[in-house]
Structures are given as C-alpha cells and as structure tokens.
C-alpha cells in the first residue's frame, strides 16, 4: 500500500473507521491493538500533511483484512462511516471472514445491515474489561509487525504519537463534575458544534441560552464524553459571584498548588473549568485561569462576547423532544409525544418536569394538555426534575428580582407584557401612549435611549426578543411563569421579596385594555392602516381580555374585535366576544346607555348573518328601546333601524320593515348629506322593502290557482 507522504506502507491488519467525535476511543483501540502486534491503519495517525486523506481512507478498506467500525449514534449519521463499513460488508456479507468488527461506544441502535452483525460493546466497564472485550473480538486475526515495547519517540514522523492515548471511559484525574443525567437524549448535533468551536484555539466559550434550555446539562454531557480529553475538569456554580474565590481554593488544593488553582493551571494544558450558571462577565473576568486550557462560562444573560466566543443554544429539535418524552414516558405514541412537545415549545426542562408529573399522577397526554390549556399557572408548578431546583414557576425569579431593583420601567413593561399574547408586540403600542402608562414607564417610553435600555434589560435576562419594531416572549412558557410569579409579588413567598416595584401587578391587565384601546382605530378597515393595525393586534386584545375585567376598554374592545371577525368571514369566533361585550357594557353603563344599544345592535347583525333572525330580532329591538331614552349618536340611531328593517324582512314581514327603513334611510340622508355612500345603502334597503311588500300584497291580491302557478 501506498502513499502517506510518498512512504509505501505495508497491508493493514485492521482499518479503523470512526469520525472525528469517536477519536479517543478510536485511538485507544489502535494502541491497543498495536500493543499486542497487530498493524491498524488510523487517520489520527497515519494521515500526515500533505497525504491525500481520502484516497488513503478508500485504499485502507479495501487493503486491510479487517475494518473496526467504532459504532455511534454520531457515526450512524456519517457518510464517509457508512461508505467504509459497506465496503467491509460487501466483500464478506456473510461475516465468514470476520472483515467487519463492530465496536459500540455508546448506546446507540444498529440499524439495517448492521442489525446481522455481532457487535461488542465497550462501553459502561472499566478499561481492564473493556480491553479484555476487544482482545476477543479480534481474536484469530491475522498477526505481522512487531510494534516498540515503548512508545515512538520523535514526533515530526510520520506517527506523531508520544503519549499513550486515555481510556475514553476513564474520568479525568482531577474530576468535580455533578453526575450524569440518565435520561439526556439527543443533542448530537449541538455536542459537535460544541467539540469543533472548542477546538478553534479560543480559551473562553460562554454558552448562551435561556433558563430551562439545557445548557448545564448539556455541559455535564460534554465533560463526561470527552472527560479522556482532560487531566483536570473543574465545575464552579458562578450564580453567586462570592463563592466563586472558594471553588477555586478547592480546585487549588486538589491540583497541590499552594498559591491556587489560577497559578496551578498555569503550566498545565489538559484542563476543563466550567463556570456554571454566570450572570455577570466581570465577576467572572477576574476569575479566569490562566494558560492554554479550556474555560466554558454557561450562563443566560448577553455580554459574555467580551470574555471570548459565544455558542447559542436553543430548544431541543423536535425530533429530539419526541425522543426525550417517550423516554421519559415509554408508553406514550408518538403522535402523542409529539402533541405534547409541541405545546411545550420543546424546552428540555419543561419535558423533564411534565413527564415527572405525568409519571406519578398518570395523567394522559390530553389531559394533561387539556389542563394546560384551562390551568398553565397552576400546571407549571408541578413535577420535580432531580438535576433541577425548583420548577418552571419560580425560573425566572432571579430575573425578575434583579429587573426590580436595577430596571423598574423594564419590569413594568414586562408586567404589561405577560397579559399580551405570544405574538409579536409593536413598540409604538407604547411609545404612542405614555399617558396609560405608570412612572417610571410613562416617562422612560418617551425618551428613545430609556426605552431603548428597558428593552434592553428584558433582552438582556433572555426574557423577550427583539426585532426593528417588535419584541416578544423568547418562549411562551416565559410568559406564564413571570405571570404566575408577578401576580404573587404581594405574598409572602419565599423567593419572591425585591420584586416590587411602583404599579402594581393588578392595575397591568388593565394598562394592557387601556392601551390596545387606545392604539386600535374605531372603525374596521377604513384605511389599509387600520386592518393591518387590527391584525396585528387581534391575538393580544383576545388574550387581554381573555379575563372577566369589567371596564369600559373591555367593553369597547370585545365589540370591536368581534365586529373585526365579523367583517372577515369568522362569525362563529365573533358570537361569544359579541355576548360578553353587552354583557360587560350593561355591568359598566348600566342596561340603558348608547354604548349597551350600540354593542346590542351589532351583536343582532352577526346573528342575523348566522340566519338567525328570530334571536336577532329581541337584541335589536331592546337597542332600539335604548336609544328612545338615552341621546345616540343618529349612526347607531340609523344603523339599529337598519337592522331591524333587516331582519324583518327576513322573517317575511316587509310591511313592518319599509316603515322602520324609511326612517333609517331619513336619519342616514340627514347625518350624511346625499352624496354619501351610506345613503346610497339605506336608499337600495328601502327599495328592497318596498319590492317585497309589492310582491306580498300582489300574492295576497291573486286567485289561488294564480298563487299556485307562482308557487310552483
């Protein structure tokens, strides 16, 4: 066999096919295999600059008597892995030679092809009983050189390998991680842009991401793969900056250094410290090891970008949510997983702590979801999830702590916010309005670099997004746990003293009425600004008044959002907003004000369209007794007559409607003047009344037998 350099190298007695996140165990099954004799070609090894790697991938194969495929979920997804493995199966498929071993590293399915083939496992024992495993499994190979009792020295040859490779198993010789967890899934990718990012020759990488994301799990995960890659791996809870100076006096004693862990790690270069939990960049600035090692600073709060690299982490991919539910909970399907990871935004800790719910009470998957629906604030405080103090409800607690004492208007925004719906919020539903709001908010949302800053602070704690004119929650949970939390701002609660702040929780739903009615247009899709106005801000007037909070801005805003579904062909979502705006107006004004007529008038038009006329006709005719005793305005005057008129005909009595109609169209002409398109309406109303009542007095008017040919 040829190449490496120009160097002809002799046939190999095994190939070993891995990728790149496999090669600690890739490299200590090469060493100990050469160490009982055996010729292994290895890419780590054997590939030096200036060799074509691929042409001596291919050649490997087919010129080895045998192939090691190190088997992992991450080699599975491998396409240059499976072209290698293939390749040894094709040229004996029946496994009579034994020219694939198959090797697993890691609990990971074998699919298809490689379902046929006996595999061991060397994984989940010690190294003396994973070395034992591999000697069986290529015992009977073929046996050539004899490798150095002593490892190669010099290594600008073609071997660069001067120490011997750590059992992959094996923790790091100075080792203070917390443990495993049992039921991690997925993330494969995420590991590997983890293991490629750290590699770059960056000292510090700050892991990014929201509170429940996973970012100290999927630390735990990377230590414990990777823990062969380190002689020392350090973690440091850093929420409270004091006790940092003393996890590290741990790190210095353990490491034997008298002046400490930073001048003990100075002249190593195989160490790990994590800093777990970090909110403030200068707490941990002054912190930082010195040296070629690895510092990762996990943390949900910007501004880390000062200290080195920073890596985004996000919710779990849906596929991967599945996976971690059914792991959870094994007897959930899959469709059912998938429901339930979609109305948990696939946050890993909101997984981890429904299916511990679940588990224990056995609720299924639609009640749970149905609870969720009816009982979020209340649902989000149950189950316990073992790597996790507290839940959901109390999450963002420290946020908003640190909000009220640092960021007062950015808490009231925030307070107005949970109130709102998930969608995207437009800032001008603030900035337009500041005589709504409370100070210090009302001030701040006047003054673009305060606002700027309030916005700022709620990006900054990973709370909401941000885009040129919009923000919204980074996830809905978010959302219903700041408002569980606020909403408990007055109780004693442990947990919760410091997050007061002027305005109280219970006047914010009502700010939220107050401004969406006094930011959306009164009249529906007058101008093209006033419907995508409305479509914009339809989710969050739902979600304002989805509580009973009876005030005139309630009132006001359940009519005109109904008349808005109305318009656009939604009636039957409009019926409900329709009965409670007269019901909220009758509790507000009393049964005898204008605004009760106006609210009755427009409820009796959509049932009138839904073909009910007879329920329409009582909500019409009660606005119209209304407005005998209250002043009107002569539009809702003219538009109640109208539909009265309207659904009289409806119900086949037009000699009782053109009267009714005739007065419409009168009080339209007069308001309007002639030339106004509602007076061309009421005229074509009354036309229509007066054509019936003709053909119903023609009807009566003919013989029987004439009726009959008209009948029929």
């Given at each position: 066999?040829?190449?490496?350099?120009?160097?002809?190298?002799?046939?190999?007695?095994?190939?070993?096919?891995?990728?790149?996140?496999?090669?600690?165990?890739?490299?200590?099954?090469?060493?100990?295999?050469?160490?009982?004799?055996?010729?292994?070609?290895?890419?780590?090894?054997?590939?030096?600059?200036?060799?074509?790697?691929?042409?001596?991938?291919?050649?490997?194969?087919?010129?080895?008597?045998?192939?090691?495929?190190?088997?992992?979920?991450?080699?599975?997804?491998?396409?240059?892995?499976?072209?290698?493995?293939?390749?040894?199966?094709?040229?004996?498929?029946?496994?009579?030679?034994?020219?694939?071993?198959?090797?697993?590293?890691?609990?990971?399915?074998?699919?298809?092809?490689?379902?046929?083939?006996?595999?061991?496992?060397?994984?989940?024992?010690?190294?003396?009983?994973?070395?034992?495993?591999?000697?069986?499994?290529?015992?009977?190979?073929?046996?050539?050189?004899?490798?150095?009792?002593?490892?190669?020295?010099?290594?600008?040859?073609?071997?660069?390998?001067?120490?011997?490779?750590?059992?992959?198993?094996?923790?790091?010789?100075?080792?203070?991680?917390?443990?495993?967890?049992?039921?991690?899934?997925?993330?494969?990718?995420?590991?590997?842009?983890?293991?490629?990012?750290?590699?770059?020759?960056?000292?510090?990488?700050?892991?990014?991401?929201?509170?429940?994301?996973?970012?100290?799990?999927?630390?735990?995960?990377?230590?414990?793969?990777?823990?062969?890659?380190?002689?020392?791996?350090?973690?440091?809870?850093?929420?409270?900056?004091?006790?940092?100076?003393?996890?590290?006096?741990?790190?210095?004693?353990?490491?034997?250094?008298?002046?400490?862990?930073?001048?003990?790690?100075?002249?190593?270069?195989?160490?790990?410290?994590?800093?777990?939990?970090?909110?403030?960049?200068?707490?941990?600035?002054?912190?930082?090891?010195?040296?070629?090692?690895?510092?990762?600073?996990?943390?949900?709060?910007?501004?880390?970008?000062?200290?080195?690299?920073?890596?985004?982490?996000?919710?779990?991919?849906?596929?991967?949510?599945?996976?971690?539910?059914?792991?959870?909970?094994?007897?959930?399907?899959?469709?059912?997983?998938?429901?339930?990871?979609?109305?948990?935004?696939?946050?890993?800790?909101?997984?981890?702590?429904?299916?511990?719910?679940?588990?224990?009470?056995?609720?299924?998957?639609?009640?749970?979801?149905?609870?969720?629906?009816?009982?979020?604030?209340?649902?989000?405080?149950?189950?316990?999830?073992?790597?996790?103090?507290?839940?959901?409800?109390?999450?963002?607690?420290?946020?908003?702590?640190?909000?009220?004492?640092?960021?007062?208007?950015?808490?009231?925004?925030?307070?107005?916010?949970?109130?709102?719906?998930?969608?995207?919020?437009?800032?001008?539903?603030?900035?337009?309005?500041?005589?709504?709001?409370?100070?210090?908010?009302?001030?701040?949302v006047t003054r673009p670099v305060e606002f700027a800053n309030a916005v700022g602070a709620l990006v900054d704690h990973y709370?909401?997004?941000?885009?040129?004119?919009?923000?919204?929650?980074?996830?809905?949970?978010?959302?219903?746990?700041?408002?569980?939390?606020?909403?408990?701002?007055?109780?004693?609660?442990?947990?919760?003293?410091?997050?007061?702040?002027?305005?109280?929780?219970?006047?914010?739903?009502?700010?939220?009425?107050d401004l969406l009615a006094a930011h959306l247009p009164g009249r529906i899709a007058d101008a093209p600004e006033d419907l995508?106005?409305?479509?914009?801000?339809?989710?969050?007037?739902?979600?304002?008044?989805?509580?009973?909070?009876?005030?005139?801005?309630?009132?006001?805003?359940?009519?005109?959002?109904?008349?808005?579904?109305?318009?656009?062909?939604?009636?039957?979502?409009?019926?409900?907003?329709?009965?409670?705006?007269?019901?909220?107006?009758?509790?507000?004004?009393?049964?005898?004000?204008?605004?009760?007529?106006?609210?009755?008038?427009?409820?009796?038009?959509?049932?009138?369209?839904?073909?009910?006329?007879?329920?329409?006709?009582?909500?019409?005719?009660?606005?119209?007794?209304?407005?005998?005793?209250?002043?009107?305005?002569?539009?809702?005057?003219?538009?109640?007559?109208?539909?009265?008129?309207?659904?009289?005909?409806?119900?086949?009595?037009?000699?009782?409607?053109?009267?009714?109609?005739?007065?419409?169209?009168?009080?339209?002409?007069?308001?309007?003047?002639?030339?106004?398109?509602?007076?061309?309406?009421?005229?074509?109303?009354?036309?229509?009344?007066?054509?019936?009542?003709?053909?119903?007095?023609?009807?009566?008017?003919?013989?029987?037998?004439?009726?009959?040919?008209?009948?029929?």
């Open positions: 066999m040829s190449g490496n350099g120009g160097r002809t190298l002799p046939d190999s007695d095994f190939f070993i096919s891995y990728t790149s996140e496999d090669r600690a165990w890739a490299e200590w099954i090469a060493w100990q295999l050469e160490q009982d004799g055996y010729r292994v070609l290895i890419q780590a090894w054997d590939m030096v600059p200036g060799s074509n790697w691929v042409h001596r991938m291919q050649a490997g194969v087919r010129e080895s008597s045998r192939t090691v495929a190190v088997l992992s979920r991450t080699y599975l997804s491998s396409v240059y892995g499976q072209a290698e493995w293939h390749a040894a199966w094709r040229d004996d498929p029946l496994g009579e030679r034994q020219q694939l071993l198959v090797l697993r590293v890691e609990d990971c399915e074998r699919p298809g092809l490689l379902g046929a083939v006996v595999s061991v496992d060397l994984f989940g024992v010690d190294e003396a009983a994973s070395r034992r495993r591999l000697h069986e499994a290529v015992r009977g190979a073929l046996t050539g050189r004899l490798k150095p009792s002593v490892p190669p020295g010099f290594p600008g040859g073609p071997r660069a390998v001067t120490v011997r490779p750590q059992f992959p198993g094996a923790l790091a010789e100075i080792w203070h991680v917390p443990a495993r967890n049992p039921a991690f899934t997925g993330r494969e990718a995420e590991l590997s842009l983890l293991h490629k990012a750290f590699r770059t020759g960056a000292t510090v990488h700050a892991l990014l991401g929201m509170a429940g994301v996973g970012k100290s799990q999927l630390m735990v995960e990377y230590a414990h793969r990777h823990s062969a890659d380190f002689d020392v791996v350090w973690w440091i809870p850093a929420e409270d900056p004091a006790l940092i100076p003393d996890h590290l006096a741990a790190l210095g004693r353990e490491l034997g250094a008298p002046d400490g862990a930073l001048t003990g790690l100075r002249d190593r270069q195989r160490w790990l410290v994590v800093f777990d939990d970090a909110d403030d960049p200068a707490a941990v600035r002054d912190h930082l090891p010195p040296g070629s090692g690895l510092v990762v600073v996990t943390t949900r709060r910007n501004g880390f970008r000062a200290l080195g690299e920073v890596v985004e982490l996000g919710v779990l991919d849906r596929p991967d949510s599945v996976a971690l539910v059914r792991r959870r909970l094994p007897a959930v399907s899959g469709e059912d997983a998938d429901r339930l990871a979609a109305a948990l935004g696939d946050l890993p800790l909101a997984i981890e702590q429904t299916s511990a719910y679940m588990d224990v009470t056995g609720v299924p998957v639609p009640g749970y979801l149905e609870l969720l629906r009816t009982d979020a604030a209340a649902l989000i405080r149950q189950g316990h999830v073992r790597h996790h103090r507290g839940t959901l409800a109390t999450l963002w607690n420290p946020a908003l702590r640190a909000l009220a004492r640092e960021h007062p208007a950015a808490r009231q925004l925030l307070g107005v916010l949970v109130h709102l719906a998930p969608e995207p919020v437009p800032l001008d539903l603030f900035t337009a309005h500041p005589e709504v709001l409370p100070p210090p908010l009302a001030a701040a709370l909401v997004r941000r885009t040129a004119g919009e923000l919204r929650f980074a996830h809905d949970l978010v959302r219903h746990s700041v408002r569980v939390a606020l909403s408990r701002e007055h109780d004693d609660a442990p947990g919760l003293s410091g997050m007061r702040v002027p305005g109280p929780f219970t006047d914010m739903p009502l700010i939220a009425l995508s106005r409305w479509q914009a801000l339809l989710p969050h007037v739902l979600a304002a008044c989805a509580a009973d909070h009876p005030t005139s801005a309630t009132a006001w805003l359940l009519d005109r959002a109904a008349t808005f579904l109305h318009v656009h062909d939604r009636p039957e979502e409009a019926e409900p907003l329709f009965a409670r705006a007269v019901a909220i107006a009758e509790t507000v004004y009393g049964p005898e004000h204008p605004n009760v007529a106006t609210c009755l008038t427009n409820y009796g038009g959509l049932l009138r369209d839904l073909g009910r006329p007879a329920d329409a006709l009582p909500l019409l005719e009660r606005a119209r007794a209304v407005d005998s005793v209250s002043e009107p305005g002569p539009r809702s005057v003219a538009a109640n007559l109208s539909g009265i008129g309207l659904v009289l005909l409806d119900l086949g009595r037009p000699g009782e409607a053109r009267p009714v109609l005739e007065d419409a169209f009168a009080i339209t002409l007069e308001a309007n003047g002639p030339g106004h398109p509602d007076v061309a309406v009421a005229r074509r109303r009354l036309e229509a009344a007066a054509e019936s009542e003709a053909a119903a007095a023609y009807h009566r008017r003919s013989p029987p037998l004439a009726r009959k040919r008209l009948r029929g």
